[in-house]
């Protein structure tokens, strides 16, 4: 369901990585996605 919703609803999919990330829940949180949103916010910066 995350990559669906990363494809189809981006701030819907940041809510709910955020609160999957914050609440330890690493196993559940897309992290392939996650990685690379970090990776291109380093090189925007």
Same mark, same amino acid.
Request: proline share 0%; hydrophobic share 35%; charged share 30%.
């Given at each position: 369901?995350?990559? #669906?919703? /990363?494809? $189809?609803?981006? /701030?819907?999919? #940041?809510?709910?990585?955020? &609160? +999957? +990330?914050? =609440? &330890?829940?690493? %196993?559940?949180?897309? +992290?392939? $996605?996650? =990685?690379?949103?970090?990776? %291109?916010? &380093?090189? %925007?910066?």
């Amino acid at each position: 369901m995350s990559s #669906t919703l /990363y494809d $189809h609803d981006f /701030y819907a999919w #940041t809510t709910e990585q955020a &609160g +999957l +990330l914050r =609440a &330890g829940k690493l %196993s559940e949180a897309d +992290l392939e $996605h996650i =990685a690379e949103e970090i990776e %291109s916010m &380093g090189k %925007s910066e």
